[in-house]
């Protein structure tokens, strides 16, 4: 996206005075060069900070950060900078039921309900079948269902309650769609299982062990502590910091904080088949196979936009990692995505090499590049300009999302009116899945409330169509449509594909 000449040179100067700062770590481990472009890659994506780090043969090879935690107040960005590491955390949910499994108290096959009798989704026979295997691999048979938990004041277990009115999107094992609420449902089996919150699970049976210091696994254990980066999206051509969204309602699908100097030893643990830096077993060896061997098929609409330049002939997906093939490798990946912030870990382990980017710009895609950068280091042949490569595909994407939009725009019917006067309006629209939404009205003016960061202010778009300006800027828009119901006053509401139905 084009970037305006203030923030530019407000840019150069933080970049030009962290410059200054040396890496923590020699850069000639990896080569003077690669430090070089990461630096360039960090400017031409306009990423406010970012980390790296790279492992190789078990040792740290290269540590560093770039820019700022924060654009507005500063504070530079190095390798013990904490950012929310987003899904993945998802390997660290799988490695904590393998650790159940080396202990015999369960197994990846068992039926959830054994371990949930309460869980179930609104198909008897898809709660009979799901295994613990399912709730890892996506292939549960769920559409997307985040907007359950998004920014919305719930816990994990009242979530988790409501997928029994959700009916599957597929049939079991035959497809693949991302879902974040299975491994909520992981979460709570850990717990039941090891009898400790999946919290305590894992600080005290990973972070602890392996000496990782800077990593928690809440944002409200995160937050307000020294050393942590705030997010950051583009907000009307700027790029300014953003509230963090809280992904603790399914903390087991994505709740760390961590940097990437503790990231590299969770890497070194993985490569080294669970034995940790002072060589203690964690995981069997047959378990860490386990965690990596191909489970399911990735559809590509399904897969990242990479793929486009990366061209795998093979995609798929194992115990909380993506995988495909790469220069006669197979690489395991995750990314991590929540608002303002973005991690990704990848891992060549016939290598023993691995790479973990964490940075403060929503989607600043740029991690894929340093990954890919890192791994070519390693391999024969020349490198190619990932960065680049990327940068010309995702600003393609988003010119397309802009043409989108516009075409949105552009179906406004233009001279219509409301059915009614805002104040009929008003009142709360609730479903037993999808929660209440409020509707107020203030001189004149409806506002909405859908949540605690889910607060507009509603203007007419045409006939009763309403579009909400959220608040919170970063999150853009929506439409919402009343409709009428027998008595000739509003019935419900639809926004997207939900539809509330107006409380008494």
């Known amino acids: 996206m084009p970037r305006t000449q203030a923030l530019s040179r407000q840019l150069v100067c933080h970049f030009a005075l962290y410059a200054l700062v040396a890496p923590s770590l020699s850069a000639q481990s990896l080569g003077e060069g690669f430090d070089a472009y990461v630096r360039a890659a960090v400017q031409e994506w306009d990423a406010t900070g970012l980390a790296i780090a790279v492992v190789k043969d078990g040792e740290l090879v290269f540590a560093d950060g770039y820019g700022v935690r924060n654009l507005e107040t500063g504070g530079p960005v190095d390798e013990h900078t904490r950012f929310a590491i987003g899904s993945t955390t998802k390997a660290m949910t799988a490695a904590a039921l393998g650790m159940l499994v080396d202990e015999g108290k369960v197994a990846w096959d068992d039926a959830v309900t054994d371990y949930l009798p309460w869980f179930a989704v609104d198909d008897p026979y898809l709660t009979h079948e799901l295994t613990i295997r399912d709730l890892l691999t996506h292939r549960a048979g769920m559409g997307n269902t985040d907007v359950l938990w998004y ?280 479903d037993p899945v999808y929660g209440s939404l409020t509707v107020t009205e203030s001189g004149g003016r409806l506002r909405v409330d859908w949540g605690p960061g889910q607060v507009g202010t509603m203007e007419h778009w045409h006939h009763d169509t309403f579009r909400i300006s959220w608040e919170a800027k970063w999150r853009g828009s929506a439409l919402v449509t009343f409709q009428q119901g027998a008595d000739g006053g509003i019935a419900s509401v639809t926004m997207g594909r939900m539809v509330l139905g107006r409380t008494p």
């Open 151 to 430: 920014e919305r004041d719930t816990t994990t277990r009242e979530v988790l309650g409501k997928m029994a009115r959700i009916r599957p999107a597929y049939s079991l094992r035959s497809s693949f769609i991302y879902q974040n609420l299975m491994y909520a449902a992981a979460g709570e089996v850990v717990a039941g299982v090891s009898g400790m919150p999946w919290t305590e699970f894992v600080r005290t049976r990973i972070f602890q062990p392996l000496g990782m210091d800077e990593t928690v696994p809440l944002l409200s254990e995160a937050s307000g502590g020294i050393n942590v980066a705030d997010p950051h999206d583009r907000v009307e051509g700027r790029t300014v910091p953003i509230g963090n969204a809280s992904v603790d309602p399914v903390a087991a699908a994505g709740s760390v904080w961590s940097s990437v100097s503790d990231m590299s030893r969770w890497l070194r643990f993985l490569l080294a088949e669970g034995v940790t830096l002072s060589g203690e077993r964690l995981l069997a060896d047959s378990t860490v196979s386990e965690l990596f061997r191909p489970q399911t098929l990735v559809t590509p609409e399904a897969f990242y936009p990479t793929r486009e330049v990366t061209r795998p002939d093979w995609i798929t997906y194992g115990l909380g990692w993506f995988q495909h093939d790469y220069r006669g490798h197979k690489v395991d990946f995750h990314t991590g995505s929540i608002d303002g912030m973005v991690a990704i870990a990848g891992l060549i382990r016939d290598l023993d090499l691995g790479v973990y980017v964490l940075a403060n710009r929503d989607h600043v895609e740029v991690r894929h590049a340093l990954m890919y950068r890192a791994f070519d280091h390693f391999l024969e042949g020349t490198p190619r300009d990932w960065s680049t490569e990327f940068k010309v595909l995702y600003d393609g994407l988003a010119r397309a999302a802009a043409e989108r939009e516009e075409r949105s725009l552009a179906s406004r019917i233009p001279g219509t009116s409301p059915t009614f006067p805002p104040a009929r309006y008003v009142g709360t629209y609730a």
